[in-house]
């Protein structure tokens, strides 16, 4: 989770090593180094010093906080379902039903319900896109731009201008 100010909090990790390498379009942070388990941490702090080039780029994808507590199995599930979603063939009715799996085993899994309601809409369910979009809002706190932005696409889409302009602003906040 990550506060206000930027710092990060994470929880529900198990005893081990983990590597953070925070990474800034056009910068790079310094590489830490933590061990949970024998020794408690109360805090860790990384700084931030600028690149020599604008290239520089970290090893990996970016990946959140909420992201790194989602159980393997789920994301698993969510991972099929996109490869389902996004193949030349797509098979939206199984996309669905590897996403529903994944938000079964990690219930705060927004970004599952997000895909959902992409895989609903494409399935010409409206209302069910719309329902799964709403809750991967909620669930968020209004806080993932994907959800966001696709909701307001579709409420627009629908000619409900006034209803999509909440969402509108959430995101320009989100982003």
Do not use: W
Not at 44 to 58: C, F, K, N
Not at 134 to 146: G, I, L, Q
């Amino acid at each position: 989770m990550s506060g206000i100010t930027g710092e990060f909090r994470f929880s529900g990790l198990v005893s081990g090593d983990y590597r953070m390498l925070p990474t800034k379009k056009a910068s790079i942070l310094s590489t830490v180094n933590v061990t949970l388990g024998a020794t408690s941490l109360s805090s860790v702090s990384v700084g931030l010093r600028p690149t020599e080039t604008s290239d520089a780029i970290g090893p990996g994808d970016a990946i959140s906080a909420h992201q790194l507590s989602v159980p393997e199995r789920a994301r698993d599930d969510f991972d099929k379902g996109m490869k389902v979603l996004i193949a030349p063939q797509p098979d939206y009715r199984r996309a669905l039903s590897l996403f529903e799996r994944a938000a079964k085993v990690f219930p705060d899994y927004y970004e599952a319900y997000t895909e959902m309601g992409v895989a609903h809409q494409h399935l010409g369910e409206g209302a069910e896109a719309e329902k799964a979009l709403r809750k991967s809002v909620e669930m968020s706190a209004s806080r993932y731009p994907d959800a966001l932005f696709l909701l307001s696409e579709m409420l627009n889409d629908e000619g409900r201008f006034a209803d999509g302009e909440g969402f509108r602003a959430a995101m320009r906040s989100a982003g």
